[in-house]
Every structure is written in structure tokens, then in C-alpha cells.
């Protein structure tokens, strides 16, 4: 069975600084993909970016990029210049490839921007 | 392009009686999930479909749960019958065939007394 692992319950920064959301999976698996996923106060459930296992080159969305490195299993979200709307729950997730699947979700992490 | 849209919104019930729960995929995916969220546990997978057939109910929590999916358009979740530790966020997704990217429904948030 896969795992993910969010280690950081909360996290807090100032406006326009730049986070870095940590995320480790556990997986015999070759072919998958990788999400982060962002829950803001009003529930909705947010495609942040999305990893195919097989690319080498890390994501990119606007100020989210993530850092996602095979071997050590690790996918870690990077936000730059934060805003106040990014205040949210972040979720890493994680899906078999070959077809769809269910999504196995870490705990995720509480990031609060401060103003 | 409407999203994915889940009915209710918000359920309060009592213990005991028969909750339902309705999901509209988005139209031409051809995969559909019931995932949970509470605080202990998270967010959990309960069951996905394919093409109106169930593939892996094995997150289902007991038979009190069932779900259906009559039509590529439609799927209902019913609890029956309720239980307070069913209290959740029971949310709808559904995606491609190919890509794995799951786009979710609002969620139903469902308080059982």
C-alpha cells in the first residue's frame, strides 16, 4: 500500500515571502503521479500542480513549483511570493499511473500567510 | 463548464435514519470517486467507478454504506443507517481516463445527532 507523509502540521510566514511544503510518499511502484491539492476555508478542493513520475522536470504553476526527487521519494511544494489567498490546507497526494485510482492523501499542512 | 456538483450541501440528521447523497461528474469523465474527511482519519477514498461499474469498494466502512451509479451523469452515497461517527465531508470527484488529475466536487458536510 502507498503512504504520504506530511510532516508539517502548520506553518506560518509573512506576506510576499517565500514556503516550502514537504511531502514523502512510500511506494514499489514505477509509474504514478504526484498532486498538491489546496483547501481553503470554504472546503473546496483545489488542483494546486500535478507531477508525472516519468518527467524528470519538476511542475510549474505561476509562483507554485515543486521540487520532486524520485529516488528519495520526496515532493515538496514551493510557493513564492505568498499572498494572503494562499491561506489554506495543503494536501500532497498521490495516484498509481496505467489508469485511474483513488488518491492516497497525506494529513496535510495548515499554512497561515500573515498580513 | 460546470464542475463537478454535489446535493446537498448540508445534511443534519438524526441517528438512525437513511442519508443520501447525489453527485453530478463532469461530463465525458469516465471515472468517479466517494472520499471522506474528518479530522481523525482525514481524507479517505470509500469507492471509485468506472464507467458506471464499481472497481474497489474496499474504503466502503460497513454495510451500512452502499453506492451506486446508474448513469455516466449520476451517483448516490447512502448511509442507512446513519451513525453520529459518520458526521464528515464526503466529497464527489471524478476525472479522464488517462492523467490521473481528479477535479472534486464542494462537498456535502453531513451531521449525524
Known amino acids: 500500500a502507498q503512504t504520504v507523509t506530511q510532516s508539517q502540521p502548520e506553518m506560518s510566514v509573512q506576506e510576499a515571502e517565500t514556503v516550502t511544503l514537504s511531502c514523502t510518499y512510500d511506494t514499489s511502484e514505477s509509474n504514478y503521479y504526484l498532486f498538491w491539492y489546496k483547501q481553503p476555508p470554504s472546503r473546496q478542493m483545489i488542483l494546486v500542480i500535478r507531477?508525472?513520475?516519468?518527467?524528470?522536470q519538476n511542475a510549474t504553476e505561476n509562483r507554485f513549483s515543486v521540487n520532486f526527487q524520485k529516488a528519495a521519494k520526496s515532493f515538496s511544494l514551493k510557493i513564492s511570493d505568498s499572498q494572503l489567498g494562499d491561506t489554506a490546507m495543503y494536501f500532497c497526494?498521490?495516484?498509481?499511473?496505467?489508469?485511474?485510482?483513488?488518491?492516497?492523501f497525506g494529513k496535510g499542512t495548515h499554512l497561515i500567510i500573515q498580513p | 463548464d460546470a464542475g463537478v456538483i454535489q446535493s446537498p450541501r448540508h445534511e443534519v440528521t438524526e441517528m438512525g435514519q437513511e442519508v443520501t447523497l447525489r453527485c453530478k461528474p463532469i461530463?465525458?469523465?469516465?471515472?468517479l470517486f466517494w472520499y471522506r474527511q474528518t479530522m481523525m482519519r482525514g481524507l479517505e477514498l470509500l469507492i471509485y467507478?468506472?464507467?458506471?461499474?464499481?472497481?474497489?469498494d474496499s474504503g466502503m466502512p460497513e454495510d451500512r454504506f452502499s453506492a451506486k451509479m446508474p448513469n455516466a451523469s449520476f451517483s448516490t452515497l447512502k448511509i442507512q443507517p446513519s451513525e453520529p461517527r459518520d458526521s464528515a465531508v464526503y466529497f464527489c470527484?471524478?476525472?479522464?481516463?488517462?492523467?490521473?488529475?481528479?477535479?472534486f466536487g464542494p462537498g456535502t458536510r453531513l451531521l449525524v445527532l
Open positions: 497526494a498521490f495516484t498509481l499511473g496505467g489508469g485511474a485510482d483513488g488518491l492516497t
Open positions: 507531477q508525472e513520475a516519468y518527467k524528470q
Open positions: 467507478f468506472n464507467n458506471n461499474v464499481p472497481i474497489d
Open positions: 470527484a471524478s476525472s479522464l481516463a488517462q492523467g490521473g488529475t481528479q477535479y
Open positions: 461530463s465525458g469523465h469516465d471515472y
